[in-house]
């Protein structure tokens, strides 16, 4: 004997009771076998609103029952054949002309019984049985028609139907005696009481009707059939690749769906749990798939970790007080209040030092079990011995579960610290004592985030998340969003990281979503953004979140952010930058950063402050680290000078030069900020002091090619100026020339002292041929005398972006 149900959504319209009749077919060709339906989807919910609005004495319930009687005739119409047709509308307008007379006596007394509401709720398994059962006779399948409301008994409990098991197990074998058939079809969720009157098994009823069904008839499976191809380690509707258990414990199955896997109802199993016999979770729709096995003794896991469950709507109680200090009883006396108003405990912690106890219950539950324990313990309040029981709602509990976890070592630690490291604050901690589960209370707003932290932690493949926050969103910050877009795959495949862009910001706007911000629509949302104009908002967010692994990048040239680096260290968060600020202000500052990010053991990464993407500031650490000595450096370090001086040949004018080199972006907005070798000044002050030099920007000497009267006025002054004095700039470019020398903005480090200017190349040197917007540094050092050189592009925002992706990375 073989137990087959079908849920609501398997039964929800002609095509999937098609498929149904398909799997049965299949089923009885290999055993015996008990078909147990539910009513079709969203059916029992309807019943339930036709009873409570006839007893408001609203006549809707009469609209409500016509939509349920066209819903059920019109799968008449499309599923039974011609021949069973009138026989079966017959039938179900017969069943709805009894749902009518009852809810009309509701109607008139105005009131509803809970015999009645079960009686009412019970038409919904009658009508899809009556109908698959009909189906079954056009397709010439033999069959039995059972009431299950004469097989499965209850008594009255507590306000609770609970199943008398030894009546229960009788009526099933005297069914399997009287009728030698190879199909049996019930209705679930349907029972009756000692005197006859219909009773329903309540939430997941129509699983306890196949469970019960299963033991009585000693049958070898019970298979549930469903929407989802079997129990899966997480919701795939939170988690999108979840993964199908495909063999799982009768208990790791029953803590799962205690914390919200919706697969199967804990209670409705119990009998074939008690007796051994397995349970197949398979899918309706995908019957040819595995599913899951619920068994007594799985094989066992990697890990042994079985899935990730959730129960949302969650309330906290916190009993707190003095008086609870080494004196017995107040937890007995706490249980005791909350099982007389019938309010169901789902976890509990409780302090060493017994000063608080804190329990889980259901949200709807929270203010009567506040009316019931402060009456409890008026006294002790009014003594101030006790407070009074705060209630704290918004929460939910997430459960990781496995078999033996009290000795999987480290499972929890990796649980907790996975949450921790995305920013997760943990409200309550418990483990059950069937040593199968570990739960955490987090608020509901953080639960899908918290799933799918947990799920990647121990289902997910081993990539680091590097958490980004993203300012400036100009050229190069652009340019970054579209190398890491570009990269991905890259990345998460060959680098083993995974890179979640949960900030971005411009002067104006900034946009925030710590799970990651959707890379293509990024104009869009910053356009939308949240106010920065203050400048302290995007950073308080972003120390907030306190996510793990999180690195700030900086591609603005601004001071305020400069000057936020330390604030950034303290907060246990990484720095890759291209500002120059920081590294080229006072020494002092300079040291103080390096020795934060340092005491913090967090990076500092800022490669790109000189050459872009060239790797000018790693190569000398590493000459240092190798315990090589620097005696000297020549540089080109400005790519928009070099781009200006190697293009101008005296035809164009040399303002024309700089204004097509700040078309090209290779200059600053105001061009002078590069003429004026503030740039280059910067540059060579950090590459001293990363040769380990203190050096300060007014150390350095500076032979400049601009007097003051540039600096002067607007941008369009400055080219004004410029053009007015092109004689002067094709003087210097002559004289260069007849000597057979090029132009070169030029920075050096020598015997301890830096310079920058303007010089007259030959021929012979390395920098002669330097073109467009190409940098260069030579480097001579005791094992490098002949220079080691190192030449490419050292400006454009791909350039400096693709640095910045490597610090990243790095």
Not at 233 to 241: G, I, K
Not at 729 to 744: G, M, Q, S, T, V
Request: with cysteine; charged share 25%.
């Amino acid at each position: 004997m073989q137990v087959l149900k079908f849920g609501g959504t398997s039964v929800a319209d002609s095509i999937n009771i098609e498929k149904v009749i398909s799997i049965i077919k299949h089923a009885i060709e290999h055993d015996k076998t008990i078909v147990v339906a539910s009513a079709i989807s969203g059916c029992t919910d309807n019943l339930a609103l036709i009873g409570h609005t006839a007893a408001a004495h609203d006549k809707k319930y009469v609209e409500l029952i016509d939509k349920l009687e066209e819903r059920h005739l019109n799968l008449i119409d499309e599923l039974v054949s011609n021949e069973y047709k009138d026989e079966t509308f017959v039938t179900c307008k017969d069943i709805i002309k009894n749902l009518r007379d009852i809810a009309n006596g509701v109607y008139l007394i105005r009131e509803i019984s809970n015999h009645t509401i079960d009686l009412i709720m019970s038409f919904g398994e009658i009508l899809s049985t009556k109908i698959i059962s009909a189906k079954l006779n056009s397709v010439n399948i033999s069959h039995k028609w059972v009431d299950s409301g004469k097989i499965i008994r209850t008594e009255r409990h507590q306000s609770q139907n609970i199943v008398d098991a030894k009546t229960t197990n009788a009526n099933i074998k005297k069914m399997l005696s009287k009728n030698n058939c190879k199909l049996y079809l019930l209705p679930g969720f349907i029972a009756c009481d000692a005197e006859g009157r219909t009773t329903t098994l309540g939430r997941g009823g129509s699983d306890y009707t196949a469970s019960l069904l299963a033991v009585g008839s000693s049958a070898r499976v019970l298979e549930i059939w469903t929407d989802v191809t079997g129990m899966m380690t997480a919701d795939p509707r939170t988690v999108p690749d979840a993964k199908t258990i495909d063999n799982i414990s009768y208990k790791e199955a029953l803590e799962l769906s205690h914390f919200g896997a919706k697969v199967v109802y804990p209670p409705t199993i119990q009998p074939v749990v008690s007796k051994g016999i397995p349970i197949y979770v398979k899918n309706t729709f995908a019957p040819a798939e595995h599913g899951t096995l619920i068994e007594s003794n799985p094989p066992e896991t990697q890990g042994k970790i079985r899935g990730i469950s959730s129960s949302d709507r969650i309330a906290l109680l916190s009993m707190e007080g003095n008086g609870m200090v080494g004196i017995p009883g107040y937890s007995s006396r706490l249980f005791d209040t909350l099982a007389k108003n019938e309010i169901n405990i789902i976890l509990i912690t409780q302090a060493s030092s017994v000063h608080t106890m804190c329990v889980a219950i259901a949200e709807d539950s929270a203010e009567k079990a506040k009316i019931a324990v402060d009456d409890t313990f008026a006294y002790e309040i009014s003594l101030g011995k006790v407070e009074p029981l705060k209630v704290e709602k918004g929460f939910s509990i997430i459960s990781l579960v496995g078999n033996d976890m009290k000795n999987q070592s480290g499972a929890s630690g990796r649980m907790f610290d996975a949450l921790g490291r995305r920013g997760i604050n943990i409200r309550a901690i418990a483990q059950g004592s069937s040593e199968k589960n570990v739960s955490a209370v987090v608020a509901t707003t953080d639960v899908n985030d918290a799933i799918r932290t947990i799920h990647h932690e121990f289902f997910g493949e081993s990539k680091k998340t590097i958490n980004l926050f993203i300012a400036g969103y100009g050229s190069v910050g652009k340019q970054l969003i579209e190398i890491i877009k570009q990269q991905k795959q890259y990345i998460e495949t060959q680098k083993g990281q995974q890179i979640v862009v949960a900030g971005v910001s411009n002067s104006k706007k900034y946009i925030f979503n710590k799970t990651g911000i959707n890379l293509k629509t990024i104009d869009t949302e910053l356009a939308n953004g949240e106010d920065n104009s203050s400048g302290d908002d995007y950073f308080d967010r972003i120390f907030s979140c306190s996510l793990s692994n999180t690195i700030f990048v900086d591609c603005t040239a601004s001071k305020y952010i400069a000057a936020k680096y330390g604030d950034l260290f303290i907060n246990g968060i990484s720095v890759v930058t291209c500002n120059k600020i920081a590294c080229s202000s006072d020494f002092s500052n300079y040291k103080i950063l390096k020795e934060s990010a340092k005491k913090e053991k967090v990076s500092f990464k800022y490669e790109t402050t000189v050459g872009a993407a060239l790797p000018i500031i790693s190569t000398i650490n590493q000459i240092i680290n190798s315990g090589d000595k620097i005696h000297a450096c020549e540089a080109v370090l400005s790519g928009s000078l070099n781009f200006i001086l190697s293009h101008y040949d005296g035809k164009k004018p040399f303002a024309q030069i700089i204004r097509e080199a700040q078309n090209a972006g290779y200059t600053e907005p105001d061009p002078r900020i590069d003429l004026s070798g503030t740039d280059v000044l910067r540059k060579i002050t950090i590459l001293a002091r990363e040769c380990g030099l203190k050096t300060e920007q007014k150390d350095v000497k500076q032979k400049l090619f601009l007097a003051d009267e540039y600096f002067n006025g607007s941008v369009e002054d400055f080219y004004l100026i410029t053009q007015k004095n092109e004689p002067y700039f094709k003087k210097i470019y002559d004289e260069a020339n007849a000597e057979n020398k090029k132009l070169r903005f030029t920075a050096s480090i020598k015997d301890g002292k830096a310079k920058i200017c303007l010089e007259k190349i030959d021929s012979a040197h390395p920098f002669y041929n330097l073109d467009g917007t190409d940098n260069a540094a030579l480097l001579y050092t005791d094992f490098y005398q002949s220079p080691l050189r190192i030449q490419g592009a050292g400006a454009g925002a791909k350039q400096t972006a693709s640095g910045i992706l490597n610090d990243i990375l790095e």
